[in-house]
Nanobody, 122 residues
Framework: QVQLVESGGGLVHAGGSLRLSCAAS????????MGWYRQVLGKERELVAA???????NYVDSVKGRFTISRDNAGNTVSLQMNSLKPEDTAVYYC????????????????WGKGTLVTVSS
C-alpha cells in the first residue's frame, strides 16, 4: 500500500505564495504519476497539476504561470509551489499518486492524502 502525507497548507493573503509538499511511503513497485487535486465544498475534485516519472507535467488552465509542480522520483516526493495566489484558489488540496504495487504490474491504482487546506484571503 501507499501512504501519502501532505504539508504546507495555510492562510495567505491574495498575491502571496505557499508551497505544498507530499511524501509517499509504503510498499510499492513504482509510482507512475504524482499530482495535486483540489476540492471546494459542494464541487467536484479537480486536477491542479501532475507530474509523471518521465518528467512530463500538466496544469489546469487557471493555474498556468502561477503554480509549479516538481517531483523527486528518488525520494517519491512531489511539491507544488503556488505563487500569485487568488481567493479562488481556496480549497482543500489533495496529493495523489498513481502507483503500481508489487506483483500487479502494469496495473496502477490511485492513492490519496488526507488533504491540506489552503485559504487565500482577499
Amino acid at each position: 500500500q501507499v501512504q501519502l502525507v501532505e504539508s504546507g497548507g495555510g492562510l495567505v493573503h491574495a498575491g502571496g505564495s505557499l508551497r505544498l509538499s507530499c511524501a509517499a511511503s509504503g510498499s510499492f513497485f513504482r509510482i507512475n504519476a504524482m499530482g495535486w487535486y483540489r476540492q471546494v465544498l459542494g464541487k467536484e475534485r479537480e486536477l491542479v497539476a501532475a507530474a509523471t516519472s518521465g518528467g512530463s507535467t500538466n496544469y489546469v488552465d487557471s493555474v498556468k504561470g502561477r503554480f509549479t509542480i516538481s517531483r523527486d522520483n528518488a525520494g517519491n516526493t512531489v511539491s507544488l509551489q503556488m505563487n500569485s495566489l487568488k481567493p479562488e484558489d481556496t480549497a482543500v488540496y489533495y496529493c495523489n499518486a498513481e502507483a503500481v504495487l508489487h506483483g500487479t504490474y502494469p496495473y496502477a491504482m490511485d492513492y490519496w492524502g488526507k488533504g491540506t487546506l489552503v485559504t487565500v484571503s482577499s
